[in-house]
């Protein structure tokens, strides 16, 4: 069983749309989460880190439940220049790697 | 900052040639890491290094690749003998880790080098 686990998608919605994204985890040693955005081609981006509490960054809000190990994206009024792939990323204490999803497509449609 | 700087962009090649892949980390990073990205497999950590020190080389799929980093401002991947399922987007990323990171651990990827083995 892949560490992260996403699915792969991909989805695709109307401009203007609400979309929402799930990842499930299984190293209950996570200890830091992030979304990362990856347009086609190009490298991968820091989106978001994702708290505890829940939070947001705009159109873009993240939340987190540790006990189910679960976390998700959620993004309103879609727009066309979000289509990318949304990677789903957890990381364990002290300075270790980052393990990433195999991330879910957004195809934002006009 | 110039970023991540990875080369060759773009490597194609035949099937038992050795590659070598280039990394420079963003200046006063002091980790390092070496990704692989495939569809059928997504973004698989190699190796990383910290302070120059490979830490955790598990993911290198086997003797056919190594991974240096002689000095804090480079770091080479290198296949031998490649082989067609080498084929994928190799990245290399860098951040800053530690006290001196001031809580800001973000990690930065370089553009990657497509590998092409025939």
């Known amino acids: 069983r892949k560490e992260v686990e996403q699915d792969p998608g991909p989805f695709n919605v109307p401009e203007g749309a609400t979309v929402a994204f799930n990842c499930t985890y299984s190293?209950?040693?996570?200890?830091?989460f992030f979304w990362y955005r990856q347009d086609c081609r190009k490298e991968p981006k820091l989106l978001m880190s994702?708290?505890?509490s829940g939070n947001e960054d705009g159109r873009f809000t993240a939340q987190l439940n540790r006990a189910s190990q679960y976390i998700s994206l959620l993004i309103r009024d879609s727009k066309l220049s979000d289509s990318a792939t949304y990677l789903c990323?957890?990381?364990?204490?002290?300075?270790?790697?980052?393990?990433f999803g195999k991330g879910t497509r957004l195809s934002v449609i006009a | 900052d110039a970023g991540v700087i990875q080369s060759p962009r773009h490597e194609v090649t035949e099937m038992g040639q050795e590659v070598t892949l280039r990394c420079k980390p963003i200046?006063?990073?002091?980790?390092l890491f070496w990704y692989r990205q495939t569809m059928m497999r997504g973004l698989e950590l190699l190796i990383y290094f910290n302070n120059n020190v490979p830490i955790d080389d598990s993911g290198m799929p086997e003797d056919r690749f190594s991974a240096k980093m002689p000095n804090a401002s480079f770091s080479t991947l290198k296949i031998q003998p490649s082989e067609p399922r080498d084929s994928a987007v190799y990245f290399c990323?860098?951040?800053?880790?530690?006290?001196?990171?001031?809580?800001?651990?973000?990690?930065?990827f370089g553009p990657g080098t497509r590998l092409l083995v025939l």
């Open positions: 990323v957890v990381k364990r204490s002290g300075n270790t790697p980052l393990v």
């Open positions: 190293n209950s040693a996570s200890q830091s």
């Open positions: 990323a860098s951040r800053q880790t530690g006290s001196l990171a001031g809580g800001q651990e973000t990690q930065y």
């Open positions: 994702v708290y505890s």
């Open positions: 200046s006063g990073h002091n980790s």
